[in-house]
């Protein structure tokens, strides 16, 4: 039982080169302080039982920690020389990548799988560009026969590139890690390094913020005050740029929206975005085209933060089979392979019942 312990703190000394003095600092905290936690259920005979035959989550989410921790160094490094990064274009010229992408990416991978040679690993720079390669990525892992003990680490090294490159601090680490045992996503990690802010959620477990539980706020029944919750509302709206018909949508989304919220926010970061919607400081996210990477970790952490998150195109589908008014969303929940999303903070029920039957009368669902 002592020994991933003891590999964690080699690790970390060994690596220690990669870190500022404050960052080593932090981590080794981080690890004193999940090392404490895990040292109290040692002694219980029946956690121990448990834990032998599953994958010891808190350590899972150690991994990601110290993985996210030394590239977010890379970053805060190459943001010091950002004129001289080296910049290619994917899809177009808005959709790019940089070399740091690639070394961050480079770092998570080599990182986790130091400690699970036998977990499968899901990175946005080792997947070609486009809708269709996106979706084939993700349903040929999830697909593959894996032993019940393996997991999937899916990583975007760098989310919000274009906002890295010119050296806008909205940008983040995102690592999410899917069980082929429970067919769940189980533990979610977002770091912004600029920031200093790690969002984490392990499934069942609720969500942190810095190590600090977000708290559960309890949904507030619907009442007459539809429209001014909506009022009071900050929306973030994505923009994707590859495919023209998801632009329209946003557009409409946007014109729809700007005169029945408080802001629109267009914050192009669906890792950093989803966090905030967790934390309540926006109460909702919408976007189209999303990438299993863009929304792993953030899925898991707003759902354990108590917020909810709803698929467009089973909203439409179930709106044309069943003829319903926007209040019933059973089985229209997300899931890993959803890519057009409504995200809610804590406490919104009404300003997701509000924005899905808004987003439905202006056709702005489905493309």
Not at 148 to 172: E, H, K, R, S, Y
Not at 292 to 311: F, K, N, P, Q, T
């Amino acid at each position: 039982d002592l020994v991933p312990y003891a590999v964690e703190w080699n690790d970390a000394l060994r690596q220690y080169h990669h870190y500022n003095p404050l960052s080593t600092i932090l981590q080794l905290f981080h690890i004193l302080q999940n090392d404490f936690r895990r040292s109290l259920r040692f002694f219980s005979s029946t956690q121990r039982e448990e834990e032998s035959q599953q994958r010891n989550l808190d350590y899972v989410l150690d991994v990601a920690r110290n993985a996210s921790l030394a590239a977010g160094e890379v970053m805060l490094e190459s943001l010091q020389s950002i004129e001289s990064l080296n910049v290619k274009t994917k899809a177009n010229s808005q959709d790019i990548v940089t070399e740091s992408d690639v070394r961050c990416q480079e770092i998570i991978r080599d990182s986790i799988l130091s400690h699970f040679p036998q977990d499968q690993f899901l990175g946005e720079e080792d997947v070609d560009c486009g809708t269709a390669a996106s979706i084939k990525a993700l349903s040929d892992v999830i697909l593959d026969e894996q032993s019940n003990d393996a997991m999937l680490w899916i990583v975007d090294p760098i989310d919000g590139t274009t906002n890295f490159q010119a050296g806008l601090p909205l940008f983040c680490v995102s690592i999410g890690v899917y069980s082929f045992a429970t067919k769940e996503v189980e533990v979610g990690l977002i770091y912004n390094p600029v920031l200093n802010e790690c969002t984490t959620a392990i499934r069942g477990q609720g969500a942190y913020l810095n190590s600090k539980p977000l708290k559960r706020k309890p949904l507030e029944p619907t009442n007459q005050q539809d429209e001014k919750q909506l009022r009071e509302s900050i929306i973030n709206i994505g923009f994707p740029v590859v495919e023209e018909q998801t632009l329209l949508l946003s557009s409409r989304a946007i014109t729809t929206l700007c005169t029945k919220v408080r802001g629109i926010r267009m914050i192009a970061c669906a890792a950093q975005v989803m966090s905030w919607v967790a934390q309540s400081k926006l109460q909702s996210y919408i976007s189209w085209n999303l990438n299993s990477w863009d929304i792993c970790a953030g899925y898991l952490i707003v759902r354990e933060s108590g917020g909810c998150i709803l698929d467009m195109e089973k909203i439409a589908s179930k709106e044309e089979s069943e003829g319903t008014d926007c209040g019933n969303f059973e089985g229209t929940e997300a899931t890993l392979e959803s890519r057009d999303l409504i995200v809610t903070a804590p406490n919104s029920l009404i300003v997701r019942n509000s924005l899905a039957r808004i987003l439905k009368d202006n056709n702005c669902l489905v493309y």
